[in-house]
């Protein structure tokens, strides 16, 4: 048999208020359409599912176990109707991130946007040398996240990671040359932090390698080329941190911050960016320092 929802809101209204009346109140009736609707529905499962008396109205046991059905049912009803609801909101999103911050993360984040907003049409940028913040000042983007040392404040900060240098395991740096180094193309965070870096210190060195591709750089080092900079939780195996060895300068940690357009927060865009807050740390990453 089908139930009506409409007849297991007026029971679990009667149950829940404790009375006709109130039911009534709550569901915007009269209490005769609620009397009415609590008899149908007791002809319907053949049995009384309350008991009335002058003094008190309560739940038979039949209606009791009833009751926990037609919960689950308005439950999932509820849940249905939230999620297949159509969204009024519609527009563009222009989104620009590096590759080294959200990973496998990407796609089940704009799959979970684009469920909920399908009028909404995403246009994203993912990338280690496209200048992002430029993108931003021009307007080219809504929001973006940007990375930069700990002492710039900018946006909102997500988290911080710590830069390391990272080699082969089976790297060995060749006696008497210079270092070699694999970057992305300028410019680039990382290789703006590693050239200031090495300014610093007293170390021969040279750009062997150069693949605007994380792939590309991943490739170059596992193949013992080179040694590159990465966060430390892209350091993978076949890979080992060479921080300190061969005259490296240390490397600093940088944030990850979201930042926006002067005109990026469309109702479209700050959805999506809601999203982008809400996400839970990685395993092992210092969580964002709370901002005053």
Sequence with gaps: MDFDPTLLRAFVAVKETGGFTRAAERLHLTQSAISHQIRKLEEQVGRPLLHRTTRRLTVTEDGEDFLRYAQQILDTL???TRRFQPSPISGVVRFGVPDNFMGDRLPPLLSQFARGFPAVRMEV???MH???RAAIRAGEL???VVMSPPEVVEGTCLRRTQLVWAAAETFEAPKGASL???????PCVNRQVAGSALDLASLDWHVVFTSASPQGIRAAVLA???VTVLTREEVEPGMKIVDGRYGLPPLPSVNFSLIWSENGKTPCACRF???ILEMPDLPGVEAAPQQA
């Design 130 to 132: 496209i200048d992002l």
């Design 224 to 226: 013992g080329l080179a």
């Design 125 to 127: 940028c993912v990338s």
């Design 78 to 80: 509820d849940a249905m």
């Design 142 to 144: 809504d929001l973006a």
């Design 180 to 186: 070699p180094l694999a970057f992305f193309p300028k």
């Design 273 to 275: 960016g809601q999203l």
